[in-house]
């Protein structure tokens, strides 16, 4: 795939006419009639070909970042340095969006594409009327040949690149071999779901190495599945299982994005009962469109625009709620369930009813009532449930069993495709499961299983590592730990001021770092940490570093339910006294009034534990996990209910800071 508008070596870019290379541009991009991108174009032409006209190599114009959904103005490979170019022209400042913008390009590249993991990247911001500035030259602490970001003005552009291929040797840049490089992206699921929106396809924005399953084998054994219900006039339930960070969500929304088009009769609709990343998406994917259409000097109305994306993406509740008031069948043929396992089992569900619909005796499960809605349609219709192992974290939610049994109970004519995996002990499908195998038209393909997280890019071993460490499986903790830790750092601390620290010294560009918290860690309040403080998850994750409501500012904090299905680049995990280490086993506690209560029951037990997991395991780069030590003139806050937590996690190898 050709992924900029028009490429040359550097020596015939500096012999072909202006009107040329605009020509090859314009030509490629969706933006050529506007007449400031041209003017643009034109200015990055003339310096460059002074600045180049000494040199050898390649020069690539607007090339494409897709899981960020941008284009580098320019990128040229000289000897053994590969330099990112943004122009600013006729900028006189430097200001700190610009400058994350070409350091995130440049960490785009290092970790993404093939043929440049291993060579020196100077990201380099032009403000073409800034005054000169003396800007240093220097790796980033990182070790993975990256530069800081070089500023400097369109008078001293052409020092900085001779500057910059003096600073380091190296080996020379084959630019053919470079061209070829595999572009293998792991977005953020917001990063992903802005993507998809806007046409491009799984494949083009998910990770397609050998050690990780190819996500569009998933979404097209699902899509598969859709065609043939159509075909045949079925009904069927597919389930998509997988480990934490695997992309479920991803698979979901790739699928729902391809059936958007009413004509088509395949119409879907993306279901969560994930309130916040409910919330995040529709933002994010309104904020994006808007931005774009104003790009194109057009004007469009926010509320417009998130009117579109609340059809495509919606709370199951609400949904739930449209359909017991609606009789008929829904619009949608197809229903994409996402973390299908919180769905509510019948007590819960019987309970609201009688609670906030004043429907007594309500006797069907959240399941069960869901599949009811989409069996109204007389000839045919799918259920994708996207299947998290581990991840229930809230009274009342079912797991997996209680979908199958609805089926089983109720629906006997549906046809259910599931994974091997689902037998899996972490999807909690039990005896259910086995019922399953009495059961016609039940079919089982390896493609609805994703094993490998993509979540954490740099290492694919920490969903086991985290799962051994919280099963007390030492062993097996150590041994994955040996795996990730080169890649993926993982310290622990007793002093969260180290922690923000550390965070800050990891993060670069516009890296995402964040608290995250157990909603019952209530004795944090001494560290200026609060779960009951107010958050708006839409500014925690989506504002940048200036908004005092970010995840950045590292004041407001994120609890599982928060978090769930989301991710950040670097966390700090704050442990408190609600899950403590003890050889025989974790013990559980809750906080109410001024003391702390031992959870006695299995189930809420089994929340918390997946409390920590969700925590655990929302961080792409790396994180820190704070222990605090505790005050021994608090009783709330015993040093016992934390040392032998982090004498837990300091025997599995994590190193301290």
């Given at each position: 795939?050709?992924?900029?508008?028009h490429?040359?070596?550097?020596?015939?870019?500096?012999?072909?006419?202006?009107?040329?290379i605009?020509?090859?541009?314009?030509?490629?991009?969706?933006?050529?009639?506007?007449?400031?991108?041209k003017?643009?174009?034109k200015?990055e032409?003339?310096?460059?070909?002074?600045?180049?006209?000494n040199?050898?190599g390649?020069i690539?114009?607007?090339?494409?970042?897709?899981?960020?959904g941008?284009r580098i103005?320019?990128?040229?490979?000289i000897?053994?340095?590969?330099?990112?170019?943004e122009?600013?022209?006729?900028e006189?400042d430097?200001?700190?969006?610009?400058?994350?913008?070409?350091?995130?390009?440049?960490?785009?590249?290092?970790?993404?594409h093939?043929t440049?993991h291993e060579?020196l990247?100077?990201?380099?911001?032009?403000?073409?009327?800034?005054?000169s500035?003396?800007s240093?030259?220097?790796?980033?602490?990182?070790?993975?040949?990256?530069?800081?970001?070089?500023k400097?003005?369109?008078?001293?552009l052409?020092?900085?690149?001779?500057?910059?291929?003096q600073?380091?040797?190296?080996?020379?840049?084959?630019a053919?071999?470079?061209?070829?490089?595999?572009?293998a992206?792991?977005?953020?699921?917001i990063?992903?779901?802005t993507?998809?929106?806007n046409?491009?396809?799984?494949?083009?924005?998910?990770?397609?190495?050998a050690?990780?399953?190819?996500?569009?084998?998933?979404?097209?054994?699902?899509?598969?599945?859709?065609q043939?219900?159509?075909a045949?006039?079925?009904?069927?339930?597919?389930?998509v299982?997988?480990?934490p960070?695997?992309?479920?969500?991803?698979v979901g929304l790739?699928?729902?994005?391809?059936?958007?088009?009413?004509?088509?009769?395949?119409?879907s609709?993306?279901?969560?009962?994930?309130?916040?990343l409910?919330?995040?998406?529709?933002?994010?994917?309104?904020?994006?469109?808007?931005?774009r259409?104003?790009?194109?000097?057009?004007k469009?109305?926010?509320?417009?625009?998130?009117?579109?994306v609340?059809l495509?993406?919606?709370?199951?509740?609400?949904?739930?709620?449209e359909?017991?008031?609606d009789?008929k069948?829904?619009?949608?043929h197809v229903a994409?369930f996402?973390?299908?396992?919180?769905?509510?089992n019948?007590?819960?569900?019987?309970n609201?009813?009688?609670r906030?619909?004043?429907r007594?005796?309500?006797?069907q499960?959240e399941?069960?009532?869901?599949i009811?809605?989409?069996?109204?349609?007389k000839?045919?219709?799918?259920?994708?449930?996207l299947?998290?192992?581990?991840?229930?974290?809230?009274t009342?939610?079912?797991?997996?069993?209680?979908?199958?049994?609805s089926?089983?109970r109720?629906?006997?004519?549906?046809?259910?495709?599931?994974?091997?995996?689902l037998?899996d002990?972490?999807y909690?499908?039990?005896?259910?499961?086995q019922d399953?195998?009495?059961?016609?038209?039940?079919?089982?393909k390896?493609d609805l299983?994703?094993?490998v997280s993509l979540?954490s890019?740099?290492?694919e071993?920490?969903s086991?590592?985290?799962?051994?460490?919280?099963?007390?499986?030492?062993?097996?903790?150590?041994?994955?730990y040996?795996?990730?830790?080169?890649?993926y750092?993982i310290?622990?601390?007793?002093?969260?001021?180290?922690?923000k620290?550390?965070?800050?010294?990891k993060?670069r560009?516009?890296?995402?770092y964040?608290?995250?918290v157990s909603?019952?860690?209530q004795?944090?309040?001494?560290h200026?940490?609060?779960?009951?403080?107010?958050?708006?998850?839409?500014?925690?994750?989506?504002?940048?570093?200036?908004?005092?409501r970010?995840?950045?500012?590292?004041?407001?904090?994120?609890?599982?339910?928060?978090?769930?299905?989301?991710?950040?680049?670097?966390?700090?995990?704050?442990?408190?006294?609600?899950?403590?280490?003890?050889?025989?086993?974790?013990k559980?506690?809750?906080?109410?009034?001024?003391?702390?209560?031992?959870?006695?029951?299995?189930?809420r037990?089994?929340?918390?534990?997946?409390?920590y997991?969700?925590l655990?395991?929302?961080a792409?780069?790396?994180?820190?996990?704070v222990?605090?030590?505790?005050?021994?003139?608090?009783?709330?806050?015993?040093?016992v209910?934390?040392?032998d937590?982090?004498?837990?996690?300091?025997?599995?190898?994590?190193?301290?800071?």
């Amino acid at each position: 795939m050709k992924r900029y508008y028009h490429s040359s070596t550097i020596q015939k870019f500096v012999q072909d006419t202006e009107l040329e290379i605009i020509g090859a541009l314009s030509s490629s991009s969706e933006f050529a009639d506007e007449l400031t991108q041209k003017e643009a174009w034109k200015q990055e032409i003339r310096i460059l070909k002074r600045v180049l006209k000494n040199y050898e190599g390649e020069i690539f114009f607007e090339y494409a970042i897709p899981r960020m959904g941008k284009r580098i103005d320019v990128l040229v490979i000289i000897e053994h340095v590969i330099f990112i170019l943004e122009f600013k022209v006729g900028e006189k400042d430097f200001l700190l969006g610009a400058i994350e913008q070409v350091w995130d390009y440049a960490l785009d590249l290092k970790n993404f594409h093939e043929t440049s993991h291993e060579h020196l990247i100077a990201p380099v911001l032009i403000a073409t009327a800034a005054k000169s500035v003396l800007s240093t030259i220097e790796l980033t602490p990182h070790n993975d040949q990256v530069l800081f970001p070089i500023k400097t003005n369109e008078e001293d552009l052409a020092d900085t690149i001779k500057s910059v291929l003096q600073f380091l040797t190296g080996k020379k840049i084959n630019a053919s071999v470079w061209r070829e490089g595999r572009y293998a992206p792991t977005p953020t699921i917001i990063e992903a779901a802005t993507a998809l929106y806007n046409k491009h396809s799984v494949a083009d924005i998910s990770k397609k190495d050998a050690t990780a399953k190819n996500l569009s084998h998933t979404s097209n054994a699902v899509s598969q599945i859709i065609q043939q219900a159509k075909a045949k006039n079925e009904k069927a339930i597919c389930f998509v299982t997988g480990v934490p960070g695997a992309g479920k969500t991803l698979v979901g929304l790739d699928v729902a994005t391809k059936h958007l088009e009413k004509k088509t009769g395949l119409t879907s609709i993306f279901l969560s009962g994930n309130g916040p990343l409910v919330s995040i998406l529709r933002e994010a994917l309104t904020r994006d469109k808007v931005k774009r259409v104003k790009a194109k000097g057009q004007k469009i109305k926010k509320g417009e625009v998130m009117s579109q994306v609340k059809l495509f993406i919606q709370n199951v509740h609400h949904y739930r709620d449209e359909y017991l008031l609606d009789e008929k069948a829904p619009f949608d043929h197809v229903a994409i369930f996402d973390e299908a396992q919180r769905a509510w089992n019948l007590t819960q569900t019987a309970n609201f009813m009688q609670r906030k619909k004043g429907r007594a005796n309500f006797a069907q499960s959240e399941p069960e009532f869901l599949i009811s809605c989409l069996d109204r349609h007389k000839d045919w219709a799918v259920v994708v449930c996207l299947v998290g192992g581990g991840q229930e974290i809230n009274t009342g939610e079912a797991g997996i069993s209680e979908w199958i049994d609805s089926l089983n109970r109720s629906f006997p004519d549906w046809h259910v495709y599931v994974s091997p995996q689902l037998n899996d002990s972490e999807y909690a499908s039990g005896k259910a499961l086995q019922d399953l195998e009495s059961r016609r038209n039940v079919f089982k393909k390896d493609d609805l299983h994703l094993s490998v997280s993509l979540r954490s890019f740099r290492a694919e071993h920490v969903s086991a590592l985290i799962k051994n460490l919280l099963d007390l499986d030492v062993i097996e903790s150590r041994k994955n730990y040996e795996k990730v830790k080169k890649k993926y750092p993982i310290v622990i601390t007793r002093d969260v001021v180290k922690a923000k620290k550390w965070l800050k010294e990891k993060a670069r560009g516009s890296e995402r770092y964040g608290i995250v918290v157990s909603s019952q860690a209530q004795r944090l309040k001494p560290h200026a940490i609060d779960v009951k403080s107010p958050m708006d998850p839409i500014h925690w994750f989506l504002d940048g570093k200036e908004d005092v409501r970010s995840s950045y500012y590292l004041e407001d904090v994120a609890t599982e339910f928060h978090v769930q299905g989301l991710e950040l680049d670097w966390t700090c995990v704050t442990w408190d006294g609600d899950f403590r280490y003890s050889p025989k086993g974790w013990k559980c506690f809750s906080f109410v009034g001024s003391k702390w209560n031992n959870i006695k029951k299995e189930e809420r037990q089994l929340y918390l534990k997946n409390a920590y997991r969700v925590l655990l395991t929302r961080a792409r780069q790396g994180m820190v996990i704070v222990v605090p030590y505790g005050d021994i003139e608090d009783p709330t806050r015993s040093p016992v209910y934390y040392d032998d937590t982090f004498e837990y996690l300091k025997s599995i190898g994590f190193d301290t800071i």
